[in-house]
């Protein structure tokens, strides 16, 4: 018994043989760790700087139109905001004209129009009453383009985060040379 007792002392005591294999064991999975939720946490955020950057960039071109534009025109600017973002997930954008009556003391849609086959998602007037506090005040008859888009984001690893974020940007712009955006 003596002997087993010196043999523990001795062991727990007195030698630090492998102490730096047992703490790079346990410290190893929890900087791996670290390592990948930041790398996951900065592609989030640049994939969300990328989607807000990209909305404006098609709401700016939206204001800057003076001809009338078509359904297959607004398909076509969802393809540029998927390229401008780099778009692996699904995506979708929609497109509203909204216009302001000191008449009716409300806002009122002119048009709206929702990308790759999402058209229950349309805008309406009802609507609105949701997200009025989110539009800019305007004057009797002033329009201005709101451009919506939704992104799914999928994290690459799994480091606690929900399976799918999904990013919304609001932007709305005023039309720039013309007072309204026609819509065929």
Do not use: C
């Not at 062991?11 to 790079?24: L, M, Q």
């Not at 960039?57 to 025109?73: A, C, N, P, V, W």
């Not at 979708?92 to 048009?111: I, L």
């Amino acid at each position: 018994m003596r002997t087993l007792r010196k043999i523990l002392r001795g062991f727990f005591i007195e030698s630090d043989t492998g102490s730096v294999s047992v703490e790079a064991i346990l410290v190893m999975p929890i900087l791996l760790w670290s390592y990948v939720s930041a790398f996951v946490f900065f592609d989030g955020f640049r994939t969300y700087n990328q989607n807000v950057k990209a909305a404006y960039t098609i709401g700016d071109m939206l204001s800057r139109e003076t001809d009338e534009i078509d359904d297959d025109y607004l398909e076509s600017l969802s393809d540029v905001f998927d390229y401008l973002t780099f778009e692996r997930n699904t995506s979708y954008m929609r497109f509203t004209q909204v216009h302001w009556s000191d008449d009716d003391e409300a806002y009122s849609v002119d048009w709206s129009y929702a990308t790759n086959g999402h058209n229950d998602d349309r805008l309406r007037t009802v609507d609105l009453l949701d997200i009025a506090h989110r539009l800019p005040p305007l004057v009797h008859g002033e329009r201005i383009i709101l451009v919506e888009s939704f992104t799914t984001y999928v994290p690459v690893v799994d480091v606690g985060l929900s399976p799918s974020i999904e990013f919304r940007n609001f932007v709305p712009t005023s039309p720039r040379f013309a007072p309204m955006l026609a819509k065929s």
